[in-house]
């Protein structure tokens, strides 16, 4: 079974400033996704970046960045110039590359709980 | 486009009644996930449903079931409520057709708090 694991519980940042939230996952698949979410406190969950595992190139989404490392299954979320709207509980998600199998479950870290202070 | 709704947004029931929670997903979405968030389990998959057929069933017990009709909209229900229900529900919705995986990529409602008291 797959599992994932964001050993941060809190991480904190000032502003303009950035920070790395760790996620590292355990799967013997070799067609997976790795997903970072994003769930501020009105609780919308909203997708920040999305990485394929058989792509060797990073992730990119604006200020957003992933740092993927796949012999590790490590996959960091860096975030850059902070800004007070990124303050937010952040989760590191997995899903089989797999059609049919549980390609609709997404399998979720314990997420980190991000401040950004003025 | 019109993102995933979810109804109601908060709930308040007794132990023992039943209810049910409605999600309708993004237009032309076939797919639709339903999960369950505590504080101490985390968010955890309840169930998959494509084209009006149940895909994927996570580990929870069968007072949980749900159903999705024609126009692809959901339900979940949850029998006899135990207090350990009390938690937030998140449905999500994606395309969720084969031969492409980003098809599969989830888009998530706000969710329906629901307390057992």
């Known amino acids: 079974a797959q599992t994932v694991t964001q050993s941060q519980p809190e991480m904190s940042v000032q502003e303009a400033e950035t920070v790395t939230l760790s996620c590292t996952y355990d799967?013997?698949?070799?067609?997976?996704?790795l997903f970072w979410y994003k769930q501020p406190p009105s609780r919308q969950m909203i997708l920040v970046i999305r990485?394929?595992?058989?792509?060797?190139q990073n992730a990119t989404e604006n200020r957003f960045s992933v740092n993927f490392q796949k012999a590790a299954k490590s996959f960091s979320l860096k975030i850059s110039d902070s800004q007070l709207g990124d303050a937010a509980m952040y989760f590191c998600?997995?899903?089989?590359?797999?059609?049919?199998?549980?390609?609709?479950?997404?399998?979720f870290g314990k997420g980190t709980k991000l401040s950004v202070k003025p | 486009k019109a993102g995933v709704t979810q109804t109601p947004r908060y709930l308040i029931k007794t132990r023992g009644q039943q209810v049910t929670l409605s999600c309708s997903p993004i237009?032309?979405?076939?797919?639709v996930s339903w999960y369950q968030q505590t504080p101490g389990q985390g968010l955890q998959f309840l169930f998959e449903y494509f084209s009006e057929t149940q895909r994927n069933k996570g580990n929870f017990p069968g007072r949980f079931s749900g159903r999705q009709f024609s126009n692809s909209r959901s339900e979940m229900n949850v029998s006899t409520l135990e207090l350990g229900d009390s938690a937030l529900y998140l449905c999500a919705s994606s395309l969720g057709a084969s031969g492409n995986s980003h098809l599969y990529e989830q888009y998530f409602g706000p969710g329906t708090r629901l307390t057992v008291t």
């Open positions: 990485q394929e595992a058989y792509k060797q």
């Open positions: 237009s032309g979405h076939r797919s």
């Open positions: 998600a997995y899903r089989s590359g797999y059609y049919g199998g549980s390609q609709g479950n997404l399998i």
């Open positions: 799967t013997s698949e070799s067609d997976y996704y």
